[in-house]
């Protein structure tokens, strides 16, 4: 009688402990790595640097961004975001806001994303998330959100 509720105590348990893996505090390290790499890749994006960009990006990397675009795949995300930083031109800039850990190898880090045209006309403000995995001994985007809210 006792192990027929076997199965809802495991489910019980594996989530619990998702849960509180979902809730830990960022340790100071892990946090300034990830900010560390939040900046690579906003420096990559200024400069157009593609080899910046394919060392800190998994391969299987996707990006969503706010125009509706999906590019999946290094090579498409790559080439994506060199052609969007020369038709949008201006200064990037992210601000890392929130980051959490869903567990010891996977992060979210979400991030003010504005761009500032260099042809004068209205600044965009939008958020990026960003999914974070460590691999091979580093810290490397796997996937990118960017969103443009309709309120500011």
């Not at 590019?71 to 031109?89: D, F, W, Y």
């Amino acid at each position: 009688m006792l192990f027929r509720n076997c199965p809802c105590i495991l489910v019980f348990l594996l989530l619990s402990h998702t849960l509180i893996a979902q809730g830990q505090s960022v340790p100071h390290d892990t946090e300034q790595a990830l900010v560390t790499l939040i900046d690579s890749y906003s420096s990559a994006r200024e400069t157009q640097d593609t080899l910046l960009l394919k060392e800190i990006l998994t391969s299987d990397i996707d990006q969503l961004v706010s125009s509706g675009e999906w590019r999946i795949g290094l090579a498409t995300a790559v080439n994506g975001m060199r052609r969007s930083s020369q038709v949008n031109e201006g200064k990037r800039t992210l601000a890392v806001e929130r980051i959490k850990l869903l567990n010891a190898t996977a992060a979210l880090i979400d991030a003010r994303y504005t761009i500032t045209p260099t042809d004068g006309s209205a600044i965009r403000n939008m958020w990026s998330t960003f999914i974070a995995v460590f691999e091979d001994g580093k810290w490397k985007i796997s996937g990118i959100r960017n969103m443009l809210p309709s309120v500011e």
